[in-house]
């Protein structure tokens, strides 16, 4: 147009890089990050060029160097060569095996920065896997236990032949590489003194792990849990066959710590994913120990399902109570009920309780620990929890509440349509796995509304995350 006046135009020069191209980085580079935030393992979290780093043991805020170890089409995987400018929440980490277990992701963060984390990881959860605004949401601030070791009940640990001979540890998570460990600080110290004396023995009998290469010896795991409120131990061998050695070792072991009240024998195959094999016998003592939980005397057998921090199991049953407001005429499902603690805290404060859980032995000890303190209002079902509620539904109507605290994995998918189609008016959704809380609600939230999530810390110095999570049915 006559009269304008035209503007030069520059063409800027643009490099576009395609998301899922790494080559621009390689394994063994050195680069220097800022942490921006903690991911849901713990390990700090910054970004190289839009590229997420992961950096284990980096804190947030902190400036460090790193090498790369390994990338991968959306992320890298680093490591800390030094703090250029560390955070003003890191510690010392008391452990001595922390840099080469693996077991605890968090013991060089201050405690109270880590129930920030804890909170932290469950936000970042519902922001990735829903359409929520998460600052809208009541996550309250985490319950958290001081002090934070020697809190663990039980330990799980597999023998290992070493240079030194039998050993028990861990495996480091993600590899081959195993950790001799003779004193875990965040395990109850009577599992320490207990796991060496039952290594010793062993040792004194020539007994040897299991060889997967050689396939020569017969030891896979020890199995160690204590109650501190009736100070009862029991001990579980897992074999790959039975031994006339094994009796021997249990009466011996019962006579030099009296402590140990049950010593049993678990024969499974060498490869299995699952600690416990299908036949499990009784060497010497009782069937069970048991535990004084709140005024119930609570009965566990070997292979049951425990929470692994009785004082946080106490707190994580006192949020229930308080969070969920039963009433006296609610009648209520207790999905994975495990040995029925759940129920029993429940039962006094509604009209009737139904649980429900796969395993056979954690519905025996469940029985047994309702017949034992009398509480009449409670029974249990052993059998998968999508196939029992619909038939409790039958006989006995919708309940008024459900509560669920399901393994890692969640709840399938037939469990979530049932929800959505009886439309139980609340659910209590007690949760170790942030992600799979945060995906399960996510198909719900059309027919239900979140009231409120309680997050705890049931494994201090890891970045494992408990929570309780009311859920209402909307309308």
Known sequence: MKGEIIKPVFLTALIIRDEMDT????VGEQIELEIKKQGINGEGIGYHNKLAVFVPGAI????VRCTIKEVFPKYANAEVN???QPSNRRTTPPCIYYDRCGGCQMQHIDYLEQLK???SILKQSFRRYTDLD??????????????GFHYRNKSQMPFRNTVHGLELGLFKPGSNHFVTIKNCIVQEEAINQVNQLVLKCCKEENLLAYDTMHREGILLHLVTRVFASTNQIQVTLIATKKSPIFPKIAVKIMELDKRIKSVHLSINTPNSVQIFGNTTLKLAGQDTISEDIEGYSIHVSPEAFHQLNTEQMKQMYQAVIRIASFKTTDTVIDAFCGIGITSLMIAKHVRRVVGIDYSEASIEDANKNAKTNHVANVRFISDQVERAIPQIIVHNGRPDVIVFDPPRSGLDDSTIQLLRKTKIPKIIYISCNPSTLSKNIGALLDLYQIEVIQPLDMFPHTASVESITLLQLKG
């Open 117 to 119: 984390i804890k909170q």
């Open 60 to 63: 947030t805020k902190e400036v």
């Open 23 to 26: 080559s621009w980085i390689q």
């Open 134 to 147: 998460v600052d809208q949401l009541q996550i309250e601030r985490t319950i958290g236990q001081k002090p």
């Open 82 to 84: 030094e703090i250029i």
